[in-house]
């Protein structure tokens, strides 16, 4: 194309672009920004029409970058990046808190966040719900300073902080399964169902919070659809797609009337940390963890 100058770009259409190549949906990068999802799709178009070209092919199913939109990450994301640490470290240097959070873990942190608004009431204290599918990506971007994570943490970049919960396992399962009124389940059970996996999440994690492929005694544990968020799991389970190990702290906060959680047995309890950047300067975020030290 010709006419086309590079101060003409709106950020917006550059970020939504970004977005979408990190989600591959258009409904999740909408949530993201805060936007409708007519907005994306419109916002794609404007920098396809300045590219002068399809940056991404959609079908009903699935969106993927192509070629020449795997180009343009490439070029855009570092410096995009480094903008967006730029805008929220300057908006963090008045050290409020920004603290992310693994949806069914929130509370862990009831108590602690409450000392720190007791002990300094101008520090400004913001919660972020993280997502599975994207566990440390606000932390590396500087969206959130400290978050709450599950063990392990095998990231080199990060700090591993205080434990601050652990919570059994449970089985959640549809309240018409038949074995959704056994007093506890065990892994060798699984061998009998479907599980349902989350879409993505750090290979420790994988390995270690969810299942393996097979039982102790070797036989084969099938996985069936994924899901990334707490309803999507529940509603996926109330119409019968399979089982999901989860933990206490699942039961807690997140219901479905035709989902029940039993206690399960054969894989350790989950074990909550707080984990920060190794290079943050944010004092607020090590007062906080000597703050649950102290609990």
């Known amino acids: 194309m010709t ?15 970004v977005v979408l190549a990190e989600e591959l949906h258009f409904g999740r990068t909408a949530a993201r920004l805060g936007l409708s999802q007519p907005r ?13 070209r399809r940056l991404v092919e959609r079908t009903s199913r699935r969106v993927e970058l192509n070629p020449l939109g795997e180009r343009l990450l490439r070029d855009v994301r570092p410096a995009f990046d480094e903008l967006r640490r730029a805008v929220v470290g300057t908006r963090a240097a008045g050290y409020g808190l920004r603290v992310g959070f693994l949806g069914p873990y929130f509370s862990t ?32 971007r500087g969206e959130v300073d400290v978050q709450i994570c599950l063990l392990p943490v095998e990231q080199r970049d990060l700090t591993i902080g205080p434990e601050i919960g652990v919570f059994p396992r449970r089985l959640a399962i549809a309240r018409n399964h038949p074995r959704a009124t056994a007093e506890s389940l065990d892994i060798e059970d699984l061998a009998e169902m479907t599980i349902i996996a989350p879409h993505t999440v750090p290979p420790e994690l994988a390995r270690t919070f969810w299942p393996p492929e097979t039982t102790p005694s070797g036989r084969p544990i099938r996985r069936g659809i994924s899901a990334i968020t707490e309803p999507e799991m529940l509603g996926a389970v109330a119409h019968g797609a399979g089982v999901f190990v989860t933990t206490a702290a ?6 479905h009337p035709d989902v029940v959680f039993v206690p399960f047995t054969g894989m350790p309890d989950a074990r909550v940390v707080l984990v920060w950047r190794k290079d943050t300067d944010n004092p607020r975020v090590r007062e906080l963890a000597a703050i649950a030290v102290e609990q």
């Open 3 to 17: 006419g086309v100058e590079i101060g003409r770009i709106d950020p917006l259409e550059l970020e939504a672009f």
């Open 40 to 52: 994306v799709s419109q916002l794609l178009r404007s920098l396809e029409r300045r590219v002068g």
């Open 109 to 140: 942190l009831d108590v602690p966040l409450q000392r720190l608004r007791e002990r300094y009431p101008e520090c400004a204290v913001t919660l972020t719900q993280l997502s599975w599918a994207d566990v440390y990506g606000p932390l590396r």
């Open 250 to 255: 699942m039961a807690r906060h997140f219901l």
